[in-house]
């Protein structure tokens, strides 16, 4: 069996072994409806579509995906299970992309949990269903993203809960970046063009673009950078820890 395929399959059932899975995914779906009919003002808006629904899933994905990725590499190292991961015959890149893919499904099983938000919003008028679509791809995106972080900064410690924060701490920081009012505090501290630049890697404005269903592939390429660049970043931490 290909390796990166049998690493997937192994992470996959240890999420369904405990309840913390099911209780993952409830505590997902019932927050985004929530978010979505009360504290987006679905009703109010007057408006069939979903951009509520996905405006309130950066925030979500701020608790869930530190959550699910926390245990990637922290649980492997403090449970002395990471060297007999790493004695088989798999590489530190196969080992990582298995364990990112299945915490990446598993995220998009719960986007998919979401389906009866979908048909609700189609029973009550007539959305634009292309635009939904592409909504559900940028988050499934972000999602990924956020997991990649966790994924590298999981490995950085064998404390699940130290790995939870940090990549709060981190998405959270993406998230900001390039707001208006971010970009306004430090107007007058950085130079233009590190403004820019900064601007550019807010995750919530690719995230949004997409969302609003503008499908510019310099959108889709950042989220695939962004999971590239932090899953070699998980890569070569693991190597230094793995080098005597």
């Not at 490995?155 to 990549?167: D, E, K, N, R």
């Amino acid at each position: 069996m290909n390796p990166i395929a049998a690493v997937t399959r192994r992470e996959l059932r240890s999420y369904f072994v405990t309840p913390l899975a099911y209780v993952f995914l409830v505590i997902f779906l019932v927050m985004a409806g929530i978010l979505t009919f009360y504290a987006g003002d679905f009703y109010d808006r007057g408006q069939a579509d979903l951009q509520p629904f996905f405006a309130m899933h950066p925030w979500l994905y701020l608790l869930l995906a530190p959550a699910v990725s926390m245990r990637m590499w922290a649980e492997e190292t403090k449970g002395g299970t990471l060297e007999l991961l790493l004695s088989l015959p798999l590489t530190l890149g196969q080992a990582m992309m298995g364990k990112f893919i299945a915490a990446w499904l598993f995220m998009g099983l719960a986007l998919l949990l979401t389906f009866p938000i979908w048909i609700t919003v189609n029973y009550l008028g007539a959305p634009d269903n292309g635009v939904i679509i592409a909504g559900y791809l940028g988050s499934w995106l972000m999602a990924g993203a956020f997991l990649a972080i966790g994924a590298c900064l999981s490995a950085l410690t064998q404390s699940q809960v130290v790995a939870f924060i940090l990549t709060m701490v981190v998405c959270f920081l993406l998230i900001l970046a390039g707001q208006p009012q971010v970009m306004d505090f430090l107007q007058g501290t950085l130079p233009r063009r590190w403004l820019n630049g900064l601007a550019h890697l807010s995750m919530l404005r690719h995230f949004e673009a997409i969302a609003r269903g503008v499908l510019d592939l310099r959108d889709v390429l950042y989220f695939i950078m962004s999971i590239c660049a932090w899953l070699t970043a998980g890569v070569l931490v693991l190597d230094l820890k793995r080098t005597p």
